[in-house]
């Protein structure tokens, strides 16, 4: 086990809605990332937290949004979801580089 | 041309061989290189953590970084059925946003 916890584990949603999904990082750990990772896809950075400011986008719309806390754990905020959304969204945290990886939240967007 | 390139395979191999795990990328200014191992449905796990160039060894696993033709490698010798798995090669260039291959599927046939 990595330490790194998401939830929830799986949801669905209805394209147009908003979502939240929550990370809690490795004990230590004060910077953490989000990816998504479709089917048959390796994982896409959406953007890095660092002490709880933005450190790194990727190539994902403002509608992707998030907010790490003091205690380092994050959130991702998806709004007026799409059906392409449906992918499983991984958290990562690190302190020197190594990333470890959560179980991820599988979302369906129907 | 894809920042990453990684053949999705699938790999089939008999128990007890040794898998050769490759791939190619275009950026010069990646430093970190690394291997996930992801079971379905299952966050990715770290198993090799390298800098630069050369050679990292653990248990049944090697990784070779050959900066210079931009190639990656892992080796797994005496490799069993629980190894079967998708493995994803990534990379950075230090600042923790970390580029992934598509992954390979591999199957260790008992």
């Known amino acids: 086990e990595t330490g790194v916890t998401q939830s929830p584990t799986h949801l669905i949603k209805t394209r147009g809605q908003q979502v939240t999904l929550r990370c809690s990082s490795q004990?230590?750990?004060?910077?953490v990332s989000w990816y998504q990772q479709a089917l048959g896809q390796g994982p896409q950075f959406i953007f890095q937290y660092y002490r709880e400011e933005e450190n790194g986008r990727g190539n994902f719309p403002p509608r992707f949004s998030g907010l790490q806390f003091p205690n380092y754990s994050s959130e991702l905020n998806v709004n007026a979801l799409e059906l392409d959304d449906s992918a499983l969204y991984l958290c990562?945290?690190?302190?020197?580089?190594?990333?470890?990886f959560g179980q991820g939240t599988r979302l369906t967007v129907v | 041309q894809k920042e990453v390139e990684q053949d999705p395979g699938p790999l089939s191999v008999p128990e007890g061989a040794i898998v050769s795990l490759n791939c190619t990328y275009s950026?010069?200014?990646?430093?970190?290189f690394m291997w996930y191992r992801q079971y379905s449905r299952k966050g990715p796990e770290l198993l090799m953590y390298?800098?630069?160039?050369g050679n990292k060894e653990d248990g049944r696993f090697t990784a070779q970084v050959d900066k210079s033709s931009k190639y990656i490698s892992l080796f797994i010798r005496d490799s069993q059925p629980s190894d079967s798995a998708t493995y994803l090669c990534a990379m950075s260039g230090g600042d923790d946003k970390i580029i992934f291959g598509k992954g390979t599927r591999l199957h260790i046939l008992p």
């Open positions: 004990s230590g750990h004060n910077t």
């Open positions: 990562a945290s690190s302190l020197y580089g190594e990333a470890f």
């Open positions: 390298t800098y630069s160039s």
């Open positions: 950026n010069s200014a990646f430093q970190y």
